[in-house]
């Protein structure tokens, strides 16, 4: 009879039951859980996932080389907005932004989909707990004191996710073209197709189903609407949408690895490491 509600229990704001393993009501456990499994492996996994993702995109990022092979572009590098681009013929090569300073292009454009994986409410949780314990799993405390969630500096910053969303939306249109310009020839003539060009075409479906499966889209088709039978077209809309925001995960580690692989495959051609196998 001792867990029976009796009406007079603290509010949820007291702080002697916001401590978790800390708290002064808690029963005298010395282990801070009670699970055996390996609860680790699932944020030890993530954490090695993302780290790799971002010692490789930082490394390619910075290298300013080998990112244009005709009539491929890297994904890292489009659109390539600097004077020191390399000349891509019919790509999206606007030299808005001068010299740079000599900076490597690639850090111009990475800023908006690094921005939108980064606020990505799948991406949050990822890191969060892989990265700052927060919590590492289920049934495992943290190891923070207090928890203000996502109120305060630096991660009320994560508000933005929305106007990145749209920044990642015109990022895929120019993935869209790159995939576009691959079906021609290193002479620009169109009708080819070799193997980097399905793995353009693989990447940019993967590109646009993990950005149409965003939280943030989903609201945005069918949000702030009172009755649905009213609006049939945003309805079945946000159907659609819905059953990608179900496999959101997926589609962002699958995304994920799919832009690195372009990428790397764009970066063997254009260092000569091989050719790309022709098909037609």
Known sequence: MDDVATGTEPPATD?????????????????????????????????????????????????????YAAPYVSPFYSPCLAENCEPMRGGPNWELFGGW?????????????????????YYRK???????????????????AKYTGETRFPLILQNVHRYFFYAALLVACVLTWDTVLAFRDEDYAWGHMGLGTLVFLANIALIWAYTLSCH????????????????????????????????????????????????????????GVFDDPRFF
């Open 126 to 144: 990822a890191y969060y707990r892989s990265f700052w314990a927060s919590p590492p799993a289920c049934a495992v405390a943290e190891p923070h």
């Open 15 to 67: 702080p002697d039951h916001l401590g978790g393993v800390r708290s002064g009501t808690r029963a005298a456990i010395s282990a801070p859980h009670l699970r055996t499994d390996r609860w680790w492996l699932a944020p030890a996994a993530t954490a090695a996932g993302l780290l790799a993702f971002i010692v490789y995109s930082t490394w390619r990022a910075f290298a300013n080389t080998d990112y």
């Open 101 to 121: 300073w000599g900076i490597s292009p690639a850090i111009i454009i990475l800023i908006f989909p690094l921005g939108f994986r980064l606020t990505c409410y």
């Open 216 to 271: 943030s889209c989903r609201h945005i088709v069918g949000g702030k609407l009172k009755h649905f039978s009213k609006h049939p077209v945003r309805y079945r809309m946000w159907q659609w949408v819905s059953r990608l925001n179900a496999r959101h995960m997926q589609l962002a580690w699958a995304s994920l690895l799919s832009v690195a692989l372009a990428d790397f495959y764009v970066y063997l051609v254009a260092s």
